[in-house]
């Protein structure tokens, strides 16, 4: 069976410092991924997906960035954290383009 | 711009009785629809996925119907359970914008109460 696993948990930065949020699939091969992030009181926002190795597109301009770097991995990150980077950070997976999508765990994130 | 409401946002019931949660969408062309349970802190679990084809998809005390023309969908929870306390996120995937982008309602709270 597919199982998608998302670390850390929680996370508390300093604003300035670099992030490093993963997610790994395992059980499927060339998932479709995303970045969700979720704000307190608000609804999810896609961030990044991505639907191949090397391939990323952003639905938003922000100070964040994504990779994937294997079929199976994708990351999250920032060279400079800033205090509106804040939130809950969810990743996700689906097999095709209009299939059930499947989330993690989520990492929550605080700048301070 | 499509989007995604669900009403109410916050519902509270006493535990047995039967339910329902709404999610209306702005725009009909859609792949499918998927509705979702998130416990606080927590991720977000699948509970039921409709396409577009279909009317309505079962499992166990949940009952999803999907009305695409007029853009509308409800959640049908049974003989409801204390253990049934989370918040329920409908998310539509539409056809046209960013492929394989989820949109998503901002939620409705539900507590069953003993």
């Known amino acids: 069976s597919q199982t998608i696993h998302q670390w850390p948990a929680t996370l508390v930065q300093p604003v300035g410092s670099p992030l490093s949020l993963e997610c790994t699939v395992e059980?499927?091969?060339?998932?479709?991924l995303y970045w969700y992030r979720q704000a307190a009181g608000r609804g999810l926002q896609l961030l990044f997906y991505?639907?191949?190795?090397?391939?990323i597109s952003s639905e938003v301009p922000q100070n964040l960035s994504a990779s994937r770097p294997q079929d199976r991995q994708f990351i999250l990150s920032s060279k400079k954290l800033l205090l509106s980077d804040s939130g809950f950070y969810l990743c996700?997976?689906?097999?095709?383009?209009?299939?059930?999508?499947?989330f993690g765990q989520g990492t929550r994130l605080t700048v301070v | 711009k499509q989007e995604v409401t669900q009403i109410p946002a916050a519902l509270s019931v006493p535990e047995g009785e039967n339910l329902v949660l709404n999610c209306s969408f702005t725009?009909?062309?859609?792949?499918?629809l998927q509705w979702f349970r998130q416990d606080p802190g927590k991720g977000l679990t699948s509970l039921l996925l409709?396409?577009?084809?279909?009317r309505e998809q079962t499992s166990g005390r949940l009952n999803a119907s999907l009305d695409k023309s007029s853009g509308r969908s409800t959640l049908y929870i049974a003989a409801s359970q204390p253990g049934d306390s989370a918040t329920y996120l409908c998310?539509?995937?539409?056809?046209?914008?960013?492929?394989?982008?989820?949109?998503f309602g901002t939620g409705t709270r539900l507590q069953v109460t003993l």
């Open positions: 409709i396409q577009s084809s279909q």
């Open positions: 725009d009909s062309a859609i792949y499918n």
């Open positions: 991505s639907v191949g190795i090397g391939q």
């Open positions: 059980g499927t091969s060339n998932p479709n």
């Open positions: 998310a539509v995937l539409f056809t046209t914008g960013t492929a394989s982008k989820l949109t």
């Open positions: 996700a997976w689906r097999e095709g383009a209009a299939t059930e999508a499947f």
